[in-house]
């Protein structure tokens, strides 16, 4: 949890109730409403990327015989929430492959929007957060990318580009935090990972970032994007149940 440990009574900075029309605020970090339209470019990215596809998934007898998913639904601890979609939903990639997942790292805070007020938005430490591996995804651009020094870089382990979020919450006698909190949390994280390029040799591109909030029983999908080079902008695409 961004800003103080899970074991600590100290509320971290994104538990507080004007965190986000404070603090993110004061960064240009907005959550848009759900009925609001979506640029052209971001409604093409979202429903390219919403396209149906032949996934495999459970049969509605094997969902009845998932005790495991039962035990989310009526209450366990986050660690569980997280271990259970660890093994059964996210993929942790190889060294080699062109992906690379890394979980509660700190990222990098000059990555993070920051208008110079005292209100500062939380450093974002992911539950889990998508991006590249330098090696295994651009293997013939070593050098370019050295010469961009750490611009792309998201956090310490060296993961580039980073383009989805995942924070996990928990309810029942473990509980560990609310929904509310974890959109905080995404609204941080994804904005953070929108950082322009200030190299002038790259061509800007449109981009856009998701990220999950999540728990024993529903996931919301939101995606980010940058508006006008001044403001990040959040909205949720979709909720799931699980």
């Known amino acids: 949890m961004s800003g103080a440990s899970a ?10 109730p004007l965190y986000r029309v404070a603090n993110l605020a004061e960064n240009n970090i907005y959550m848009r409403d759900f009925y609001e339209e979506f640029p052209e470019d971001i409604a093409g990215f979202v429903g390219h990327v919403g396209k149906d596809r032949d996934s495999p998934g459970l049969s509605s007898d094997q969902l009845k015989q ?17 271990n259970y979609l660890k093994s059964n939903i996210f993929p942790d990639p190889g060294r080699s ?21 005292k209100l500062k938005a939380s450093t974002p430490v992911p539950d889990m957060l998508y991006g590249y591996n330098r090696l295994g995804a651009f293997p013939r651009q070593q050098a370019q990318l050295r010469s961009m020094g750490n611009e792309m870089v998201a956090n310490a ?4 580009y980073p383009f989805f979020v995942i924070e996990f919450k928990a309810d029942g006698p473990g509980g560990s935090g609310s929904m509310w909190v974890a959109t905080n949390q995404c609204l941080g994280g994804s904005t953070s990972c929108l950082r322009q390029c200030k190299n002038k040799k790259i061509t800007p591109i449109d981009s856009a970032v998701f990220s999950i909030a ?4 529903e996931a919301r999908l939101y995606v980010s994007w940058k508006h006008d080079e001044l403001k990040y ?5 979709d909720s799931f149940l699980l």
């Open 214 to 217: 999540m728990n024993g029983t």
């Open 157 to 160: 382990q060296d993961l580039i």
């Open 233 to 237: 902008y959040t909205r949720k695409v």
């Open 97 to 117: 492959d062109s992906l690379k997942r890394i979980d509660k790292n700190p990222m990098a805070k000059q990555v993070v929007p920051n208008v110079g007020s």
């Open 7 to 16: 074991g600590s009574s100290r509320k971290s900075l994104v538990e507080d």
């Open 66 to 82: 998932n005790t495991r998913l039962y035990d989310l639904e009526m209450g366990t601890a986050e660690p569980a929430v997280e």
